[in-house]
């Protein structure tokens, strides 16, 4: 059988990467181009700038990635792109610079939904080994997805409000800390104790989860410390905040593998970087017999490298 290469590109917010990934698995060549340091200067991201970096950077990371990969348009199978959920502006950059390559080249042309990506980030070191549950943790989504086999989620549970990553990134607002906040909190965490009184966030029998009450907790400790002239112990609001969110997402996970009968485990998303997750996740799993993937960082984080991971499978599966 012929070798697969599937040339990746994705820009659904403030990267813009491009990848080579053959047969689904082996990262030939990654390109990310970060816009954090610009976004940074705003406390966030904002999409008006990021889509006009796009714009900017796409040809020239699409030729610096066929450059490291010593490769020509020609050697590629198929482009896959990623095609939402994402900045309107931003993702409509890639598709762009995805049509016209398909276009021009001849080369089929795959969507790819940006949380599959994340999901097959997984596939990348260690083969994805069926049934499995996805716990998917990012900025945008907290989700509980079951597969039974490639290209098959079934959603069993989500966020009613905040994802984990949002509130992460809220939370670190309130005290005070620069964006991104999410890793900072996660490195303050492992420097605090645990002494604020924050609440579990809906600790019930469902798959489902809320970040919003915790956070609005965290709000209103924040500004009670502040009326009465006490200052908050950043280190340990984190380690309190990070304490909470690890246990509901950790109980309703192994709760779910336990009642689906399900030994396989993948962490998918930005917060699957997070120390703490990791670190209890990966305790749990070895408690429970549980064989658990979680990315290496670099995959965690936004990158073309699990679209085009990802790419592959919709490819062999005619998505198009």
């Known amino acids: 059988?012929?070798?697969?290469?599937?040339?990746?590109i994705e820009s659904s917010c403030d990267e813009t990467s491009v990848s080579i990934?053959?047969?689904?698995?082996?990262?030939?060549a990654t390109v990310v181009l970060?816009?954090?340091?610009?976004h940074a200067l705003y406390g966030g991201v904002v999409p008006e700038i990021a889509s006009r970096m796009h714009v900017e950077n796409i040809s020239l990371v699409i030729e610096e990635c066929l450059k490291k990969a010593n490769m020509t348009i020609d050697d590629i199978t198929a482009i896959a792109v990623t095609n939402g959920p994402g900045l309107i502006g931003s993702?409509?950059?890639?598709?762009t610079a995805a049509l016209t390559l398909s276009y021009l080249y001849n080369k089929p042309l795959v969507p790819v939904h940006h949380i599959s990506g994340h999901i097959y980030a997984n596939n990348i070191d260690n083969k994805m080994e069926f049934p499995l549950l996805a716990l998917v943790v990012s900025g945008g989504h907290t989700e509980l997805i079951y597969m039974k086999d490639h290209y098959s989620f079934e959603k069993i549970?989500?966020?009613?409000?905040?994802a984990v990553g949002e509130a992460y990134d809220k939370v670190a607002r309130v005290i005070n800390l620069p964006y991104p906040g999410g890793p900072l909190v996660d490195k303050l965490a492992n420097e605090g104790k645990d002494i604020y009184p924050l609440p579990l966030p809906m600790d019930d029998d469902s798959y489902n989860f809320s970040f919003s009450g915790l956070k609005s907790a965290v709000?209103?400790?924040?500004?009670?410390?502040?009326?009465?002239?006490?200052?908050i112990n950043k280190?340990?609001?984190?380690c309190s905040f990070q304490n909470r969110v690890i246990e509901i997402i950790s109980k309703k996970t192994f709760k779910a593998l336990k009642e689906y009968n399900i030994k396989n485990l993948i962490v998918a998303g930005g917060v699957a970087a997070n120390s703490g997750l990791r670190n209890k996740l990966t305790e749990l799993a070895k408690e429970n017999n549980i064989n658990l993937s979680i990315?290496?960082?670099?995959?965690?984080?936004?990158?073309?490298?699990?679209?085009?991971?990802?790419?592959?499978?919709?490819?062999?599966k005619g998505i198009g």
């Not at 053959?22 to 030939?28: F, L, M, V």
């Not at 970060?34 to 610009?38: A, F, K």
């Not at 993702?91 to 598709?95: A, P, R, Y």
């Open 1 to 8: 059988m012929n070798d697969i290469y599937i040339l990746g």
């Open 21 to 28: 990934v053959k047969n689904g698995t082996e990262d030939i």
């Open 34 to 38: 970060s816009q954090m340091d610009t």
């Open 91 to 95: 993702l409509l950059v890639g598709t």
């Open 157 to 162: 549970g989500g966020t009613l409000d905040d």
């Open 219 to 231: 709000i209103n400790l924040a500004h009670n410390e502040e009326q009465r002239g006490n200052i």
């Open 235 to 238: 280190s340990s609001m984190a």
């Open 295 to 316: 990315p290496a960082l670099k995959y965690c984080t936004d990158n073309a490298t699990m679209i085009a991971a990802s790419g592959y499978y919709a490819y062999k």
